[in-house]
Nanobody
Framework: VQLQASGGGLVQPGGSLRLSCAASVSTGSINIMGWYRQAPGNQRELVAQITSGGTTKYADSVKGRFTISRDNAKNTVYLQMSSLKFEDTAVYYC??????????WGQGTQVTVSS
């Protein structure tokens, strides 16, 4: 499984960005898809994830601001980020876990929140 992430960039505080992650296989073969992030000096942390059934999970720090969604027809998962804060600055990684609990990672995409 290859994951191609896109959509990062530079945004001002309070702004919005949408990240996309396209999988090379049908997302029906993937149980969980999600996004992690890693800021300099920090460990990689879960931002949001969505199961094949549509159950979502968010980090407390992004609840109410970020929305994860999944389009199985396009084999793509999205992360809509709103009300961005300085502390959201990080490299964001797309993640997928198949039904055998094998993990896949996409290349990171940089999100920078700066005035």
């Amino acid at each position: 499984v290859q994951l191609q992430a896109s959509g990062g960039g530079l945004v001002q505080p309070g702004g919005s960005l949408r990240l996309s992650c396209a999988a090379s296989v049908s997302t029906g073969s993937i149980n969980i898809m999600g996004w992690y992030r890693q800021a300099p000096g920090n460990q990689r942390e879960l931002v949001a994830q969505i199961t094949s059934g549509g159950t979502t999970k968010y980090a407390d720090s992004v609840k109410g601001r970020f929305t994860i969604s999944r389009d199985n027809a396009k084999n793509t998962v999205y992360l809509q980020m709103s009300s961005l804060k300085f502390e959201d600055t990080a490299v964001y990684y797309c993640h997928a876990r198949n039904w055998d609990a094998f993990n896949y990672w996409g290349q990171g995409t940089q999100v920078t929140v700066s005035s």
